[in-house]
């Protein structure tokens, strides 16, 4: 009995032991999962991302490349009109000679008004590459904007592809993780399983020695009443047997005892007599000395 209990004690202890390295490992099963949860939504989540600063890259390059060309077409023109104004201003200097060695006032006025024409052709060229350079200012700084945005979506692209793999081997830890720990669980709820069915088992056994031992002890209370009430059956039986017995024995003794107490009577009364006796004789001897006594003082 006292080994079943210890042992029982002993499997509760391990039952419990169990279950709490069942729990602990339930828990760490959950935040695996977890942490898998948010790392596969963080990679899905990253790899939309990418897409999108790809997506923006290309409109960058394309952009960028848009305005390299209107770059590269503005120089073109404004080399050409400097060109243009290098000829204009031959021309100029050319139709200034001719004013100068102009023989008639025909071809002065001539050369006067192609001179005119020249300036005002070489104002126009002027303007045109002033509005050319101010275009190609702001194609400039727009470009530097294009080509700093496309540094930061190229270098951002890079930073996500690079936490790309150490999100993908957390993926794979946490699998392996969870995989090796709901192994784990139910290697320990089977063992807590065995050790609460031994429990279930030693606790049937102590249940049926605890009955086994009422019955005895109600058996052992059954002799003992019957033991008693035979013991008392007998005792009354005795008991009857000397009431019976002390009546006629009273009834001799008070027989006995009337007939002492006659014969005491008769004895107490003789006692008195010679008591009396003796108290007269001793009065009359008194009385005699007394007389003899006064008869001698004479």
Do not use: C, W, Y
């Not at 060309?69 to 243009?84: G, K, M, T």
């Not at 063992?191 to 279930?200: F, L, M, T």
């Not at 008769?266 to 008195?272: E, G, L, N, Q, S």
Request: proline fraction near 0%.
């Amino acid at each position: 009995m006292a080994s079943l209990t210890g042992q029982a004690s002993r499997l509760q202890k391990q039952k419990l032991e169990a279950s709490k390295l069942r729990r602990r490992s339930e828990m760490e099963l959950k935040k695996t999962q977890s942490l898998a949860k948010r790392s596969t939504s963080g990679l899905v989540s990253l790899q939309r991302r990418i897409e999108t600063s790809k997506e923006k890259l290309d409109d960058v390059s394309t952009v960028l490349t848009q305005r390299l060309a209107q770059q590269e077409s503005i120089q073109r023109l404004i080399a050409a009109a400097e060109e243009r104004i290098k000829r204009e201003k031959d021309a100029k200097e050319q139709t200034e000679q001719e004013i100068e060695f102009a023989q008639s006032k025909e071809e002065k006025q001539q050369a006067l008004s192609r001179l005119h024409a020249i300036s005002e052709r070489i104002d126009e060229i002027v303007a045109e590459i002033k509005q050319r350079n101010k275009m190609a200012k702001k194609i400039t700084l727009t470009l530097e904007d294009f080509k700093k945005s496309k540094s930061r979506i190229s270098t951002k692209i890079h930073n996500q592809t690079q936490t790309k793999p150490t999100l993908q081997k957390l993926i794979t830890k946490s699998k392996k993780t969870s995989e090796r720990l709901a192994k784990q669980i139910t290697s320990k709820t089977r063992k807590e399983e065995s050790v609460r069915k031994n429990i279930v088992q030693i606790r049937k056994k102590l249940s049926e020695m605890a009955a086994k031992r009422k019955k005895l002890a109600a058996a052992r209370l059954a002799r003992k009443r019957k033991t008693a009430s035979r013991f008392i059956k007998k005792k009354k039986s005795r008991l009857k047997t000397k009431s019976k017995k002390k009546k006629i024995k009273f009834k001799k003794k008070t027989k006995t005892k009337k007939k002492k107490s006659k014969i005491k009577k008769k004895t107490k009364t003789k006692r008195k007599s010679r008591k009396k006796t003796k108290q007269l004789r001793k009065k009359k001897n008194r009385a005699s000395k007394k007389k003899l006594k006064k008869k001698s003082a004479i």
